[in-house]
């Protein structure tokens, strides 16, 4: 099985950063696609950032210069460093994974259990 662990999220004020750690581990062959999402009390879960193995990078309109997806795949880990905060960034962020877990088995998918970041004075 493979499991991915979020750390890094808590308490901010706007305009104060944060950065957030999201680490594979498990029967892992490969990682492809790695993926920051985050899902605010109320709405729909959203796609904030992502980044391919060879490290092409793409975001939402609502982070982008904001925000930044990078990865370590030595570590298995993806990262995402958000600066200038705004109380509508406020959410539960989760990382998730397209992983082989053996050189034949086709890519699934995998979530981690979320952290929470909170944008207020």
């Known amino acids: 099985q493979v499991q991915l662990v979020e750390s890094g999220g808590g308490l901010v004020q706007p305009g104060g950063s944060l950065r957030l750690s999201c680490a594979a581990s498990?029967?892992?062959?490969?990682?492809?696609?790695m993926r920051w999402f985050r899902q605010a009390p109320g709405k729909q879960r959203e796609l904030v950032a992502t980044?391919?193995?060879?490290?092409?990078?793409d975001y939402a309109d609502s982070v982008r210069g904001r925000f930044t997806i990078s990865r370590d795949n030595a570590r298995n880990t993806v990262y995402l460093q958000m600066n200038s905060l705004k109380p509508e960034d406020t959410a539960v962020y989760y990382c998730?994974?397209?992983?082989?877990?053996?050189?034949?088995?086709?890519?699934?998918?995998?979530w981690g259990q979320g952290t929470q970041v909170t944008v207020s004075s």
């Open positions: 980044i391919a193995r060879g490290g092409s990078t």
């Open positions: 498990g029967s892992i062959f490969v990682i492809n696609i």
């Open positions: 998730n994974a397209d992983v082989r877990i053996m050189e034949w088995y086709p890519m699934g998918a995998y």
